[in-house]
């Protein structure tokens, strides 16, 4: 049962380099979002999908991308890392629209942009 | 746009101690209202939720209750454990723009001494 993983759990990289956070759930949930998590300031939405092929902007979307091309998976692509994108990235999904429905989270990618 | 306020950690308690955390909220229509739990290193995990007013929600000896005169969701433990030590996270969530989006408080860490 395994849920929401995320590749790779650690990160360092140098300014200017580019990744790929992944990200991939076996739920078939059709939402899926990406978060990252700064010491004091919470979870902000990066982007977010509510199926294979749609994406949508969160709060802080620049200097990220993100694609959708199938339920399963939703990766989230740095491509000119700067240090202020040093921080702990977190994926979820949800199942439904239903709004009494949780989400369930992957363990997280800490990146470190030097 | 919704909001979550909880209030600021740490919170440092002696076992069997009361705990609350308190919780307030901005939202239009009806939100659901969640708390998550984070445990060191991992990602947030649903602890109790509670979907409509006056609701209580309850697991592993954490409460909530749903307030809606008060637009609160105050989490609750009468008697913390050392293992309880943990980051705590209010959180809502609501249909934004045709999308359902969770909104997450800041978190407040808890930190039980034995």
């Known amino acids: 049962n395994a849920g929401v993983t995320q590749t790779p759990k650690f990160r360092i990289l140098k300014i200017g380099q580019s990744m790929t956070l992944q990200c991939t759930q076996d739920m078939n949930h059709n939402y899926m979002y990406w978060y990252r998590q700064d010491p004091g300031m919470g979870l902000k939405l990066i982007y977010y999908?509510?199926?294979?092929?749609?994406?949508d902007k969160g709060e802080v979307p620049n200097g990220y991308n993100v694609s959708r091309s199938t339920t399963e998976d939703f990766p989230l692509r740095l491509e000119l890392a700067a240090p202020s994108q040093t921080s702990v990235y977190f994926c979820?999904?949800?199942?439904?629209?239903?709004?009494?429905?949780?989400?369930?989270f992957g363990q997280g990618t800490r990146l470190t942009v030097v | 746009g919704n909001s979550v306020t909880q209030m600021e950690g740490p919170v440092t308690l002696s076992e069997e101690a009361f705990l609350t955390i308190n919780c307030t909220y901005t939202?239009?229509?009806?939100?659901?209202l969640f708390w998550y739990v984070q445990y060191p290193g991992e990602g947030l995990q649903l602890l109790l939720k509670?979907?409509?007013?006056?609701d209580k929600g309850s697991n592993k000896g954490f409460e909530a209750t749903y307030r809606k005169e008060t637009t609160s969701f105050h989490l609750e433990k009468g008697s913390v454990q050392v293992s309880d030590s943990a980051v705590y996270f209010c959180?809502?969530?609501?249909?934004?723009?045709?999308?359902?989006?969770?909104?997450f408080g800041r978190g407040t860490s808890l930190i039980v001494h034995p």
């Open positions: 509670a979907t409509k007013a006056d």
């Open positions: 999908s509510v199926g294979a092929g749609i994406t």
């Open positions: 979820a999904s949800i199942g439904t629209a239903q709004m009494n429905t949780e989400a369930f």
């Open positions: 959180a809502l969530s609501a249909v934004s723009g045709g999308s359902y989006i969770p909104t």
């Open positions: 939202a239009t229509g009806y939100p659901s």
